[in-house]
C-alpha cells in the first residue's frame, strides 16, 4: 500500500530529530523536580527522625514529596498521554472495587489490580494505577492524613507487580506474593500510625500491630482468593490494554 496507515506493534513510530530535541528541554525539567520531590522526602523523614514529637506532620510531607515523585516520574514516559489516560481509566476500575468491597474489612482488591498491572503493563502504570485507586476511593470512603500513605503502599504494589514481571503470571506464585503483600501493605500502615501517633516504643507497636493483625489477614487472605477466582481473566484483560498502548500508527 503505498498510502493510508498501518498498525504495527514491532516497528517504532515515525521521528525526527527535531521532534527527539524537543522533548529533551521537556523531560530535563521533570527530572529536576523529581529529583527535588525525592529531596524533599528525605529532608521530611530526617526532621521526623530529630523532632519525633512532629512525627505526624513530618512523615505526611514525606510521603507527600514521594506521591509527587512518582506523579513525575509517570509524566517522563515515552507514551505518557496514552498511559495516563489508560491509568486513568484502571485506577478508576481499582478505586470502583475497593469501595464495593468496603463493607468486608480488610478486603482490598486495589493490591491484586496494582500488581497484575505492573506485571501485564510495567512498573510505572502498576504504581500509578494503585496512586489513583486509593485517592480516588477514598473520596468516597474518607479522606485524611493516611491517603497519601495509602497511594505510596499501593504504588509500591504495582512496582512489586512490575519487577516481577512474568513471574506472577504463574497462579500459585501470583497466590503467594499477593498474601505477602497484603501483610506488608497492613504492616506499613500500622508503623506509620504508631510512629505519628503513638509513643515510640516497642510495647506500643506490639499493641497496634497485634490489633490490626486481623485485618491485614483479612486482606492477605482476600487477595489470595480474589487471585485464585480472577487471576487469569485480570491478566488476559490487561494484555488486551497492553497492546492498544503498545500499537503505533504509522503513516506513509
Known sequence: MSSGATTSRSRPPLTTPALRDAARPRRLPL????FGALAAAFGASAWAALDPSRAGLSLLLAAGSLVIAGALWLESGKSSTKEIALIAALGAVA?????????????QPVTVIAMASGAALGARAGAGIGAVAALSSNFFLGQGIWTPWQMLGWAICGAVGGALGGILRRRSAFVAVAFVMGLAFSLMMD?????????HTWQALGTLVARGLPFG??????????VLIAGPELFKMLDRYGSRLRTEVVWR
Open 191 to 199: 508503623i506509620w500510625e504508631w510512629y505519628s501517633f503513638y509513643p
Open 31 to 34: 527530572v529536576v523536580l523529581g
Open 95 to 107: 478505586a470502583a472495587g475497593r469501595v464495593l468491597f468496603a463493607f468486608i474489612p480488610g478486603v
Open 217 to 226: 489477614l483479612a486482606h492477605a487472605i482476600g487477595n489470595a482468593l480474589i
